[in-house]
């Protein structure tokens, strides 16, 4: 009973990355179908991303004052109406409609999940599994969006029918046995005003390296995502099937394994040595800087593989280290604001302004420069801040201080 919790958020994680990139894959279809101009698809992308963002901090408030369980079922059933509403739209106004409620949804679900998660016994693992729904939804969306369907709304539509079953399944008794082993943990209530406790992502020095490792791993993942694949085309000279082919492989393979390799190292670390944790993501972090370089530096093949094997495997492992470090770093009554705040901040400091901004840039200085200049820039950046907050916690190993831990 206690794994039917953790697989119900797997299986539902997996929809929703594979809706991301399902609806971004069929983007050559839909746009002559719907005669949607460069810009238009631009806004169709940011409506998402701005509704999720914005509604991850309603969603941490929302958790002291409904059961999580609800909570998890309401956000699959939105973020499925979402991506029906795209499936059968007719229009501009129906696919944005769509597009802003799946954002909603999909935040429920990844505030909510790692929420839940985190109050139960190897917490590292749990939480790995979550988040191997991402490499796996996003090849499962390439895979069914090359599907030889004479209609795309048949497509868009088939993850909308396992979304309400899996939002009915939250609500079943299985789900409410599957209690966390440290469930009175949760039961702790919290006595800070709300806007005090979003306020301690910038005034706690332990969150704000985080918040800062967060939005850096998303600005670099969100770049990568839009501007690898034109990269290795337009600089590296590789064919576009080369370049998908690889960047595909290198995404699964690495993915998967930085997932699950963070999972397992996390749960080697005490929950209390948070020094123990920093230098985990110090060392995570190095080895997605050098892979990245690898990836901007050599010309031959192989070597470009090995850099974008080691750089999937760092940044998608890092975040399973960071949700798992946001939870160690304060008290569990903080958790649905530090979440959900937290990834707030991410998003719009991260991935969101990433795509436009190597896109300006490119416009003036060229790709080559722009992408060389712009995603390790951000490492090193990330690095300095994890290594300070590294030796931090050394200096202060005899005495740890622990603010939050008191609730």
């Known amino acids: 009973m206690r794994f039917f919790l953790p697989l119900l958020l797997f299986l539902s994680n997996l929809l929703n990355y594979l809706d991301r990139q399902l609806f971004t894959a069929l983007y050559p279809v839909l746009a002559p179908a719907y005669r949607l101009s460069d810009g238009e698809m631009g806004a169709l992308g940011s409506s998402f991303t701005l509704s999720y963002l914005l509604s991850a901090p309603a969603i941490g408030v929302l958790l002291d004052r409904f059961s999580p369980r609800r909570l998890l079922s309401g956000g699959v059933l939105v973020f499925s109406l979402g991506m029906a509403i795209c499936a059968l739209s007719e229009g501009k106004t129906g696919l944005f409609s769509g597009r802003i409620l799946t954002g909603v949804g999909e935040a429920a679900l990844i505030v909510v999940g790692p929420r839940v998660l985190g109050g139960q016994k190897g917490t590292g693992k749990r939480m790995a599994l979550f988040f191997l729904a991402m490499p796996l939804g996003v090849a499962s969306g390439f895979l069914l969006a090359s599907r030889k369907i004479s209609d795309f709304h048949h497509i868009l539509f088939m993850p909308v029918l396992p979304g309400v079953v899996l939002a009915g399944l939250f609500l079943l008794p299985l789900a409410l046995a599957a209690k966390p082993e440290r469930e009175e943990v949760q039961e702790v209530q919290c006595d800070l005003p709300i806007l005090s406790r979003f306020s301690l992502l910038l005034s706690d020095r332990r969150l704000l390296t985080l ?197």
Request: glycine share 12%.
């Open 211 to 407: 918040v800062v490792l967060q939005s850096v791993t998303f600005f670099v993942m969100g770049g990568m995502g839009v501007w690898i694949s034109v990269y290795l085309t337009r600089v590296r000279h590789l064919s576009l099937a080369s370049a998908g082919q690889m960047s595909a492989l290198a995404l699964l393979t690495g993915g998967v394994a930085g997932i699950l390799l963070s999972g397992f190292f996390c749960d080697r670390i005490n929950d209390r040595d948070l020094e123990g944790l920093f230098g985990l993501l110090l060392r995570t972090q190095l080895l997605a800087l050098a892979g990245v370089s690898l990836v901007l530096l050599s010309d031959r093949r192989p070597m470009l593989f090995i850099g974008m094997l080691l750089s999937s495997a760092a940044l998608f492992g890092l975040t399973v280290s960071l949700v798992v470090a946001f939870l160690r770093a304060s008290s569990p009554p903080l958790w649905g604001c530090v979440l959900g705040g937290g990834l707030f901040l991410s998003h719009l400091t991260g991935d969101l302004p990433s795509g436009a901004l190597i896109g300006l840039f490119s416009a003036q200085a060229g790709l080559k420069v722009s992408v060389e200049i712009l995603l390790p820039g951000p490492l090193v950046a990330g690095l300095f801040a994890v290594w300070r907050a590294f030796l931090r916690e050394r200096r202060h190993r005899d005495k740890p201080e622990l603010p939050l831990r008191s609730g």
